[in-house]
């Protein structure tokens, strides 16, 4: 057993009891506690040390620091040590407390002990240092029979006033490392919402059941005014839970600060400390034993050289199959998430879509306003399967157990897989990309003036929708028919009718000679005659012969045998040539739809449709002679243009344009706009672009040089496109359509063969009304300044500047 080094204030006279002594008393207090319950517990004692005469050496070991603990002492070794030791040991009364009655002297020696005992007590306490009071580790009493002892419940005699000994217990000292739980509060209400206690005027209950009463609240002034008195305020928190104010103190104010700087709020943390390996890193190798190996180890085993043979022939054979991975089932499922490990499918693969999750109609106790009532029953019931829009009716039950099984289980889940397995995926990678970027970057229209924005003048005097106009090439003077059955020749500055002539059939075409100097137009009148009219009395006399000669000059050359049998060119009467400018008059055999004049003003062709193989003629005005350049024809002819430079005939059938080279008299290009049905054509005044106009609302720009498909397909109108135009000098575009809008186009062509055209609408003209399902029948640029002519159903003709 270990020694107790005696204190120098511990008094030498006072005897001692043995510590063998305590184990017997806390036995006794056992069996007390057994035979009789008490109501108030009895304080630890504190322990008498044994008080020896130690020897020099002992002296020098005061500080207990170090206590040696012989774990292989006995109480008989105690006893004997104890007993050489010189003190006087006081043996200690056996108590016995039998089952029925208690040992009246046992009591009255147990008695006399307590008194002594509490004589020892206050004698030390008075004397003695603090240090002999403690309990030390290591004595002979065990520590968990210490604490088994302090819970103990007195067992004893009462004090002279009939109360229990008061003991105070230490006072613990709250640490950084402590436990908040042991912080008192005068809340006691428990861990409940403070609200509960709004309307209460206290916060609690204390031990003795007591109300704990809130302490008084201050309105928002005397609360100002105390913040101000009060030096302590800027550090004041409210606590919400105890109902008061609490002042931090340093110790506090210095873990906020450390806090709000991003510190640990402890201020003796250290987190550099140098490692401390507890355990080696080294791996030492050593043998259990230093007994040398058995000579068994070293000879091969013919027994597992049988099982290693028979184990390579399993795998030989296919049996076994090494390094096979075993296929764990997973132990839960999630019913409601995706798969759980992705499934190595095609690159293409698309997952099935989910099923729709139910909505609130599915419940089997749905809100009220779910439930139909007998007429929407009715309804539902009277509907087709397919025009339903749920295939079910929304049902309450009383519950859970109530509801039956779903009768259409089978039949929708056979639907889903005939879905899925009919109705191909296709995965489509969806681009992220600013729609502001797609649009291209235009530039303004004002930076693209000039180009006609208003009507300027209206040319009234038909009755009838316009169908055709002209411009002569100077711009002076422009001509139109219409259905009224006349043609009108207009001055084009002050919109005055200058000439007037009425035919017995409906103006078809009509088109000035390109040829400046030529005072000449042809125009298209009824089934197939054709006109060449020089209009009198508004020209030169040298003007009216330069005509005469280009245009008779044709009557001489002509043979019998050499007349056309799908043309015939007749001269008219003199009565005709002087009263309305008629100079040559040509009669085919189908009505001519279009007449147009090539850049020389030599050679025009005409187009009617319904000839067949006669479709297409070219005319020659100084010889009289008419060509038919194609025998056979394909498709039903709409338009034909000549190039402006270039010996080349573009002629426009329904969906396609056929570009033919004169001179080589062959196919050169066959241009598909993919369109429906095309209503009209123009060339650019470069010649390498083509716009197409189409009764399907589109318009399409063609470069020659580029492609045989449309460089751009413009669709700005809502109805057919009638007709589009390109301007002779400006870089200008235009296109007439039923909708009754004229719009314009800014269509620049670079010199660069490298740089694409620009093409910008600018303006859209409106004025024209629809009439009869029909707009603006035919637009011509002029031909010198950016104005262009319009021509309606509505019978107006009108010039926009």
């Given at each position: 057993?270990?020694?107790?080094?005696?204190?120098?204030?511990?008094?030498?006279?006072?005897?001692?009891?043995?510590?063998?002594?305590?184990?017997?008393r806390?036995?006794?207090?056992?069996?007390?506690?057994?035979?009789?319950?008490?109501?108030?517990?009895?304080?630890?004692?504190?322990?008498q040390?044994?008080?020896e005469?130690?020897?020099?050496?002992?002296e020098?070991?005061?500080?207990?620091?170090?206590?040696?603990?012989?774990?292989?002492?006995?109480?008989?070794?105690?006893?004997?040590?104890?007993?050489?030791?010189?003190?006087?040991?006081?043996?200690?009364?056996?108590?016995?407390?039998?089952?029925?009655?208690?040992?009246?002297?046992?009591?009255k020696a147990f008695?006399?002990?307590?008194?002594?005992?509490?004589?020892?007590?206050?004698?030390?306490?008075?004397?003695?240092?603090?240090?002999?009071?403690?309990?030390?580790?290591?004595?002979?009493?065990?520590?968990?029979d210490?604490?088994?002892?302090?819970g103990?419940?007195y067992?004893?005699?009462k004090?002279?006033?009939?109360?229990?000994?008061?003991?105070?217990?230490?006072?613990?000292?709250?640490?950084?490392?402590?436990?908040?739980?042991?912080?008192?509060?005068?809340?006691?209400?428990?861990?409940?919402?403070?609200?509960?206690y709004?309307?209460?005027?206290?916060?609690?209950?204390?031990?003795?059941?007591?109300?704990i009463?809130?302490?008084a609240t201050?309105?928002?002034?005397?609360?100002?005014?105390?913040?101000?008195?009060?030096?302590?305020?800027w550090?004041?928190?409210?606590?919400?839970?105890?109902?008061?104010?609490?002042?931090?103190?340093d110790?506090?104010?210095?873990?906020?600060?450390?806090?709000?700087?991003?510190?640990?709020?402890?201020?003796?943390?250290?987190?550099y400390?140098p490692?401390?390996?507890?355990?080696?890193?080294?791996?030492?190798?050593?043998?259990?034993?230093?007994?040398?190996?058995?000579k068994?180890?070293?000879?091969?085993?013919?027994?597992?050289?049988?099982?290693?043979?028979?184990?390579?022939?399993?795998?030989?054979?296919?049996?076994?199959?090494?390094?096979?991975?075993?296929?764990?089932?997973?132990?839960?499922?999630?019913?409601?998430?995706?798969?759980?490990?992705?499934?190595?499918?095609?690159?293409?693969?698309?997952?099935?879509?989910?099923?729709?999750?139910?909505?609130h109609?599915?419940?089997?106790?749905?809100?009220a306003?779910?439930?139909p009532?007998?007429?929407?029953?009715?309804?539902?019931?009277?509907?087709?399967?397919?025009?339903?829009?749920?295939?079910?009716?929304?049902?309450?039950?009383?519950?859970?157990?109530?509801?039956?099984?779903?009768?259409?289980f089978?039949?929708?889940?056979?639907?889903?897989?005939?879905?899925?397995?009919?109705a191909?995926?296709?995965?489509?990678?969806?681009?992220?990309?600013?729609?502001?970027?797609l649009?291209?970057?235009?530039?303004?229209?004002?930076d693209?003036?000039p180009?006609?924005?208003?009507?300027?003048?209206?040319y009234?005097?038909?009755?009838a929708?316009?169908?055709?106009?002209?411009?002569?090439?100077?711009?002076?003077?422009?001509?139109?028919g219409?259905?009224?059955?006349?043609?009108?020749?207009?001055?084009?500055?002050?919109?005055?009718?200058?000439?007037?002539?009425?035919?017995?059939?409906?103006?078809?075409?009509?088109?000035?000679?390109?040829?400046?100097?030529?005072?000449?137009?042809?125009?298209?009148?009824?089934?197939?005659?054709?006109?060449?009219?020089?209009?009198?009395?508004?020209?030169?006399?040298?003007?009216?012969?330069?005509?005469?000669?280009?245009?008779?000059?044709?009557?001489?050359?002509?043979?019998?045998?050499?007349?056309?049998?799908a043309?015939?060119?007749?001269?008219?009467?003199?009565?005709?040539?002087?009263?309305?400018g008629?100079?040559?008059r040509?009669?085919?055999?189908?009505?001519?739809?279009?007449?147009?004049?090539h850049?020389?003003?030599?050679?025009?062709?005409t187009v009617?449709?319904?000839?067949?193989?006669?479709?297409?003629?070219?005319?020659?005005?100084?010889?009289?002679?008419?060509?038919?350049?194609?025998?056979?024809?394909?498709?039903?002819?709409?338009k034909?243009?000549?190039?402006?430079i270039?010996?080349?005939?573009?002629?426009?059938?329904?969906?396609?344009?056929?570009?033919?080279?004169?001179?080589r008299?062959?196919?050169?290009?066959?241009?598909?706009?993919?369109?429906?049905?095309i209503?009209?054509?123009?060339?650019?005044?470069?010649?390498?672009?083509?716009?197409?106009g189409?009764?399907?609302?589109?318009?399409?720009?063609f470069?020659?040089?580029?492609?045989?498909?449309?460089?751009?397909?413009?669709?700005?109108?809502?109805?057919a496109?009638?007709?589009?135009?390109?301007?002779?000098?400006?870089?200008?575009?235009?296109?007439?359509?039923?909708?009754?809008?004229?719009?314009?186009?800014?269509?620049m062509v670079?010199?660069d063969?490298?740089?694409n055209?620009?093409?910008?609408?600018?303006?859209?003209?409106?004025?024209?009304?629809?009439?009869?399902?029909?707009?603006?029948?035919?637009?011509?640029?002029?031909?010198?300044?950016?104005?262009?002519?319009?021509?309606?159903a509505?019978?107006?003709?009108?010039?926009?500047?």
């Amino acid at each position: 057993m270990p020694k107790r080094t005696p204190t120098k204030n511990a008094p030498k006279s006072k005897e001692t009891k043995p510590t063998s002594s305590v184990s017997t008393r806390s036995s006794t207090a056992k069996a007390a506690k057994a035979e009789k319950p008490v109501a108030a517990t009895k304080p630890s004692r504190k322990r008498q040390v044994v008080v020896e005469e130690s020897s020099d050496e002992e002296e020098e070991e005061e500080d207990f620091g170090a206590v040696e603990i012989d774990m292989g002492s006995s109480d008989e070794e105690q006893d004997d040590d104890m007993n050489g030791s010189g003190s006087e040991i006081e043996e200690f009364p056996e108590l016995t407390l039998s089952d029925d009655e208690e040992d009246p002297e046992a009591l009255k020696a147990f008695e006399d002990e307590e008194e002594e005992d509490d004589d020892e007590i206050e004698g030390e306490a008075i004397e003695g240092d603090s240090d002999t009071d403690d309990y030390l580790g290591g004595d002979s009493l065990d520590e968990a029979d210490l604490e088994e002892e302090e819970g103990l419940p007195y067992v004893g005699p009462k004090m002279a006033n009939g109360k229990m000994p008061k003991h105070r217990l230490p006072d613990i000292e709250a640490d950084y490392d402590s436990d908040s739980s042991t912080e008192e509060t005068e809340n006691t209400i428990g861990n409940v919402p403070l609200e509960w206690y709004k309307d209460l005027p206290h916060i609690g209950y204390d031990i003795d059941g007591k109300k704990i009463l809130k302490p008084a609240t201050a309105d928002e002034l005397e609360k100002f005014l105390a913040t101000m008195e009060d030096p302590d305020s800027w550090k004041t928190v409210r606590s919400d839970r105890e109902g008061r104010d609490i002042v931090l103190n340093d110790e506090e104010m210095d873990i906020i600060q450390r806090l709000q700087g991003g510190n640990i709020p402890d201020a003796d943390y250290n987190p550099y400390e140098p490692t401390v390996e507890w355990f080696t890193s080294k791996t030492e190798v050593m043998p259990l034993s230093a007994r040398p190996e058995p000579k068994r180890r070293f000879v091969p085993s013919k027994w597992e050289a049988k099982k290693v043979m028979k184990i390579v022939r399993a795998i030989r054979e296919g049996r076994i199959v090494p390094r096979k991975p075993k296929d764990e089932k997973p132990r839960f499922y999630n019913l409601w998430g995706d798969d759980d490990k992705d499934r190595e499918e095609h690159v293409m693969h698309v997952a099935a879509p989910k099923m729709k999750l139910p909505e609130h109609d599915e419940s089997y106790n749905p809100p009220a306003e779910y439930l139909p009532d007998e007429e929407e029953i009715k309804q539902w019931n009277e509907m087709e399967d397919e025009e339903r829009p749920k295939n079910y009716l929304p049902k309450k039950y009383a519950s859970l157990r109530q509801v039956p099984a779903y009768d259409r289980f089978i039949q929708e889940r056979f639907q889903r897989c005939l879905d899925l397995y009919l109705a191909p995926r296709v995965r489509k990678n969806r681009l992220n990309i600013d729609p502001e970027s797609l649009v291209p970057k235009l530039p303004s229209p004002k930076d693209l003036q000039p180009f006609p924005t208003h009507q300027s003048i209206s040319y009234e005097g038909h009755t009838a929708r316009i169908r055709c106009l002209s411009v002569h090439p100077a711009g002076l003077y422009a001509v139109s028919g219409a259905d009224d059955k006349t043609v009108r020749l207009w001055e084009v500055s002050t919109g005055r009718c200058l000439f007037l002539w009425n035919f017995d059939a409906v103006i078809h075409s009509i088109a000035w000679n390109t040829n400046a100097d030529m005072w000449l137009f042809a125009v298209s009148i009824g089934e197939g005659e054709v006109l060449l009219i020089a209009p009198p009395k508004l020209c030169s006399p040298e003007q009216m012969m330069t005509v005469d000669v280009f245009v008779k000059g044709g009557f001489a050359n002509v043979n019998d045998e050499e007349k056309s049998k799908a043309v015939s060119w007749t001269r008219p009467t003199d009565d005709e040539e002087e009263k309305y400018g008629y100079k040559v008059r040509l009669v085919h055999t189908q009505a001519v739809k279009q007449v147009t004049w090539h850049r020389k003003g030599d050679y025009f062709a005409t187009v009617a449709p319904d000839a067949k193989n006669f479709a297409v003629l070219i005319h020659q005005t100084t010889k009289h002679s008419t060509q038919t350049p194609f025998k056979r024809l394909k498709g039903l002819i709409q338009k034909v243009a000549f190039h402006p430079i270039k010996p080349i005939f573009f002629v426009a059938t329904q969906i396609y344009v056929r570009v033919y080279d004169l001179m080589r008299q062959e196919l050169v290009k066959t241009l598909q706009p993919s369109v429906k049905w095309i209503s009209s054509i123009d060339i650019h005044p470069a010649g390498d672009n083509v716009i197409i106009g189409s009764y399907d609302k589109k318009v399409c720009w063609f470069d020659m040089d580029l492609s045989s498909r449309p460089y751009k397909s413009l669709r700005f109108h809502a109805k057919a496109v009638r007709q589009v135009m390109y301007h002779k000098r400006y870089p200008l575009f235009a296109s007439a359509s039923d909708d009754g809008t004229i719009q314009i186009f800014y269509g620049m062509v670079y010199n660069d063969l490298l740089q694409n055209p620009l093409i910008v609408p600018v303006k859209i003209l409106r004025g024209h009304t629809e009439k009869d399902g029909l707009g603006v029948l035919n637009i011509e640029f002029h031909p010198t300044q950016p104005w262009i002519f319009s021509s309606g159903a509505d019978g107006s003709l009108r010039l926009w500047t």
